[in-house]
């Protein structure tokens, strides 16, 4: 069964620092990788998917890379601002489902 | 803008009620997936769907079953609650197979069972 593990479980910043969130997993056979986003009591928000054949992708002040042979993917964050706080998420789909790291939970201090 | 919603954010219910919470996504996806959060614990599937009247069970199917009898909809059904499915339910659907493309979730619906 895949495991998916996110590193580290809470992170707290000052603003403007470049940040770099870790997310690995045990069963190489991934479609894709999907970063998403929750604020408390909402639901997730999908913020990037990098399919298994590409090694990067980018959204605004968000990269993301994957390493499928390793198991690993990074959510680089550039210039972190107070309203990036929240719980980042990455989830992994193998077979039929996706599974899902235990999240990263950051803070940016103003 | 793709959207999926579900019918309460906060609900709240007497043990041994019977509970429905309904899904609804408009962008057409085959599959469709009921999870619960709870602190420490991560999302964990309790019941997916890849077609209509079709359903699979995931890791935590114990006291839930559901029904999607339209592609655009899907039910999960606490038969009789209990205090311990005190919990976040987040519904998600994604198009094709479930690997192959972008998982969407709704906003959620707290359940306090008292």
């Known amino acids: 069964k895949q495991e998916v593990t996110q590193i580290p479980a809470a992170l707290s910043v000052p603003e403007g620092e470049n940040l770099v969130l870790n997310c690995s997993f045990t069963?190489?056979?991934?479609?894709?990788l999907q970063w998403f986003r929750q604020d408390p009591g909402k639901g997730l928000t999908s913020l990037l998917l990098?399919?298994?054949?590409?090694r990067e992708q980018t959204s605004g002040r968000l990269n993301a890379s994957l390493d499928k042979s390793s198991g690993r993917s990074t959510l680089y964050i550039a210039a972190s601002q107070p309203g990036d706080s929240a719980t980042y998420l990455c989830?992994?789909?193998?077979?039929?489902?996706?599974?899902f790291g235990t999240g990263t939970s950051l803070t940016v201090i103003p | 803008d793709v959207k999926v919603t579900q019918s309460s954010r906060y609900l709240v219910k007497r043990t041994g009620e019977k509970v429905f919470l309904e899904c609804v996504q408009d962008?057409?996806?085959?599959?469709m997936f009921w999870y619960r959060q709870d602190p420490g614990l991560g999302l964990r599937l309790i019941y997916f769907?890849?077609?209509?009247?079709?359903?699979e069970k995931g890791d935590i199917p114990e006291g839930y079953s559901v029904s999607r009898e339209k592609k655009e909809r899907f039910s999960l059904i606490l038969e009789s609650a209990s205090t311990n499915q005190t919990s976040m339910y987040l519904c998600?659907?994604?198009?094709?197979?479930?690997?192959?493309?972008?998982?969407?979730f709704g906003p959620g619906t707290r359940l306090t069972v008292l």
């Open positions: 998600a659907s994604s198009g094709g197979l479930a690997g192959g493309h972008e998982q969407f």
């Open positions: 069963d190489s056979a991934i479609y894709n």
């Open positions: 990098i399919q298994s054949s590409q």
């Open positions: 989830a992994v789909p193998t077979g039929n489902q996706f599974y």
């Open positions: 962008m057409d996806h085959e599959n």
């Open positions: 769907s890849y077609d209509v009247k079709m359903k």
